[in-house]
């Protein structure tokens, strides 16, 4: 299957859908924003991996099993240990290949305000005291630019591994908001 952009229309409804993307690239507002409009139950990846205290949940990929055996879904694709499971899956992968300026400044202002407002996240962890950016070398700041470069590798992987899926690139805000706006609406 070729590579998608944004203009190209997708060639069927899809019920098993992938965002993939570098932490703060919209994967999980955008995951649920399809699974929204296509009626499609919307799971979160990172409420299934962390656990109190950022700690990986012991039943992560027995959750991420049980819910990829289903026939309808949208989630982000993310984790090592499950994008396989995901990927076998899954119908189509829309692929946030946004600007690393976008991402920086989307993580960065996502994580100063979960930070400032004390946002409860999964299993009541909150974001570290933000000074961690600079001892934390996985602080998620420090991960999103470390990792911003790794997506075309995964994807040009998983076009290898599964010729069957679909895969629509996304290299901005705007083709995000002219995607869904068009692809959506036409698939409900």
Do not use: C
Request: positive net charge; hydrophobic residues 45%.
């Amino acid at each position: 299957m070729p590579l998608l952009d944004a203009a190209a229309p997708l060639p069927h409804r899809p019920r098993r859908v992938l965002v993939a993307g570098t932490s703060g690239s919209g994967k999980t507002t955008l995951a649920a924003r399809i699974g929204a409009a296509l009626d499609l139950p919307f799971t979160e990846m990172d409420a299934l991996f962390h656990g109190p205290d950022w700690t990986p949940r012991p039943e992560f990929l027995a959750d991420v099993e049980a819910f990829v055996s289903e026939g309808r879904w949208a989630t982000e694709w993310q984790y090592g240990a499950a994008r396989p499971l995901l990927a076998a899956r899954a119908d189509l992968l829309v692929w946030l290949d946004l600007p690393r300026a976008t991402v920086m400044r989307q993580v960065i202002g996502r994580t100063v305000r979960r930070r400032i407002r004390r946002e409860v996240l999964w299993n009541r962890n909150v974001e570290p005291p933000l000074r961690t950016v600079f001892t934390e070398r996985d602080h998620i700041v420090r991960w999103a630019w470390r990792t911003h470069a790794d997506g075309a590798r995964r994807i040009a992987e998983v076009r290898e591994r599964f010729e069957d899926l679909v895969i629509v690139r996304l290299r901005s805000r705007a083709e995000v908001d002219d995607w869904t706006d068009r692809e959506l609406p036409r698939h409900r």
